[in-house]
């Protein structure tokens, strides 16, 4: 009997892979993945990482990757057939007799809904921390070169007065990043789902 991909996705969004890959590995954050040692080859460095919000998993050191099906036939070297029936006892999910009803495609479509919300608003939060990130380093470079000239006996009253417009633009962006929230979770989830309103 063919699995219907509705139940597939039931399995899928019942299964969540940073549970389930961390009782077989020591995770630890990294961004915005977890990271720890492989569980298919001899890792003497963590190169196993694992994305939450996408659901996947990859090794850097080995190569394998894929979804959290992939990873249950790797770990149990079986087919797709055999992982999603494994992940469906496990979630007490019941394949035999099933039919798919309308609650069941509704339910799976609402699922898909939510999960590309989460995959869109962690690029929204990626993004945006980078770009923070970008400017709050560039604006460090030049407090700190502003900074080596003022110390070098710089003489020159324009050259005194550009050093420290520079350091006094990089510790007002520092403030503002922690007055704003500006790299803030919550902030920036206010911020997107106002964006995403009005849209």
């Known amino acids: ?17 940073v549970t ?55 770990l149990h070297k079986c087919g797709f057939r055999q992982s999603v029936e494994f992940l469906a006892a496990r979630a007490g999910l019941k394949l035999e007799g099933l039919t798919v009803p309308p609650e069941l495609i509704a339910k799976v479509s609402e699922m898909k809904a939510k999960r590309r919300d989460r995959e869109d608003f962690e690029r929204f939060l990626n993004d945006r921390i980078e770009a923070i990130n970008r400017q709050y380093r560039a604006l460090g470079r030049a407090a700190t070169h502003a900074e080596d000239c003022l110390r070098a006996g ?24 922690e007055r704003e929230g500006l ?6 989830k206010a911020e997107w789902e106002q964006q995403r309103a009005a849209a």
Not at 24 to 37: F, I, M, P, W, Y
Request: hydrophobic share 40%.
């Open 183 to 188: 790299c803030d979770p919550e902030v920036l």
């Open 20 to 74: 389930i890959a961390g009782e077989h590995v020591r995770l630890r954050k990294s961004g915005a993945q977890l990271v720890g040692r492989c569980p298919f080859h001899s890792d003497h460095a963590p190169s196993f990482f694992v994305h939450p919000g996408k659901g996947v998993f990859r090794c850097h050191g080995c190569g394998v990757g894929g979804d959290i099906f992939s990873f249950i036939q790797l």
């Open 154 to 177: 710089e003489t020159d009253a324009v050259v005194h007065e550009m050093a420290w417009a520079a350091i006094e633009r990089y510790i007002a962006f520092s403030n503002r990043i």
């Open 1 to 17: 009997m063919t699995i219907p991909s509705e139940f597939v996705e039931l399995v899928r969004e019942a299964s969540s892979i």
